[in-house]
């Protein structure tokens, strides 16, 4: 299968994907006025913007990191097919997040599942630039750059959920502050990447 395909089939997973967090936000039974529907929709909204911008920054990592991946095989697709499969999930305990209002459970759901994202987005990084792919344009040193980069996330998500018997909210401030670091730092960690940055 060329790599096209594979662009274009991942691609429309994530849309899907991006698409189906809003179908959380209707308006509540048996609420008569905007003002009490919005109110009571405020858990669910920032759950789903906090899903939206994680989606995307996955989407943007994915498309990166296809940029370099010159062939596919049959593992390729099933390790691409297993990351499209978790983040098809997010809509999930992006919900309970949100019908819950952050009940401790929904939260640690989350971070596992942000958790297997990442490593599995790094199982596809490594094993689609393996030597036997012959990665396109990789410089000295950025296969493991690239690969530290994509696991560094396991930490914090993984420090937010040791402190959810403490405070939930940092947590959940967890979880939005490595999308949140990859918008505002891209430029950096794109030259940290390639080598370059000071």
Same mark, same amino acid.
């Given at each position: +299968?060329?790599?096209?395909?594979?662009?274009?089939?991942?691609?429309?997973?994530?849309?899907?994907? *991006?698409?189906?967090?809003? $179908? #959380?936000?209707?308006?509540?039974?048996?609420?008569?006025?905007?003002?009490? +529907?919005?109110?009571?929709? *405020?858990?669910?909204?920032?759950?789903?913007?906090?899903?939206?911008?994680?989606?995307?920054?996955? @989407?943007?990592?994915?498309?990166?990191?296809?940029?370099?991946?010159?062939?596919?095989?049959?593992?390729? =697709? @099933?390790?691409?097919?297993?990351?499209?499969?978790?983040?098809?999930?997010?809509?999930?305990?992006?919900?309970?997040?949100?019908?819950?209002?952050? #009940?401790?459970?929904?939260?640690?759901?989350?971070?596992?599942?942000?958790?297997?994202?990442? =490593? =599995?987005?790094?199982?596809? @990084?490594?094993?689609?630039?393996?030597?036997?792919?012959? !990665?396109?344009?990789?410089?000295?040193?950025?296969?493991?750059?690239?690969?530290?980069?994509?696991?560094?996330?396991?930490?914090?998500? !993984? *420090? %937010?959920?040791? $402190?959810?018997?403490?405070?939930?909210?940092?947590?959940?401030?967890?979880?939005?502050?490595?999308?949140?670091?990859? *918008?505002?730092?891209?430029? @950096?960690?794109?030259? $940290?990447?390639? %080598?370059? !940055?000071?």
């Amino acid at each position: +299968m060329s790599k096209n395909r594979v662009e274009a089939f991942s691609d429309g997973v994530f849309a899907i994907v *991006i698409t189906l967090l809003i $179908l #959380e936000l209707r308006p509540g039974e048996g609420v008569l006025n905007a003002h009490d +529907m919005i109110v009571q929709a *405020i858990p669910k909204m920032l759950a789903f913007a906090l899903s939206f911008v994680v989606i995307g920054t996955y @989407w943007v990592a994915h498309h990166r990191m296809l940029h370099y991946v010159k062939t596919t095989d049959r593992t390729f =697709l @099933w390790l691409n097919l297993a990351l499209l499969m978790v983040v098809t999930f997010i809509p999930y305990p992006t919900a309970l997040i949100g019908a819950t209002r952050g #009940e401790a459970d929904a939260v640690l759901l989350y971070g596992a599942t942000l958790i297997a994202a990442n =490593l =599995l987005g790094t199982l596809v @990084w490594l094993y689609g630039t393996s030597p036997a792919h012959q !990665a396109e344009n990789l410089k000295h040193g950025q296969r493991s750059r690239v690969a530290l980069v994509h696991v560094a996330p396991v930490v914090v998500y !993984a *420090i %937010g959920m040791s $402190l959810i018997p403490f405070a939930i909210a940092i947590t959940l401030a967890c979880y939005a502050a490595v999308p949140a670091f990859f *918008i505002l730092a891209g430029p @950096w960690v794109d030259r $940290l990447v390639a %080598g370059t !940055a000071e």
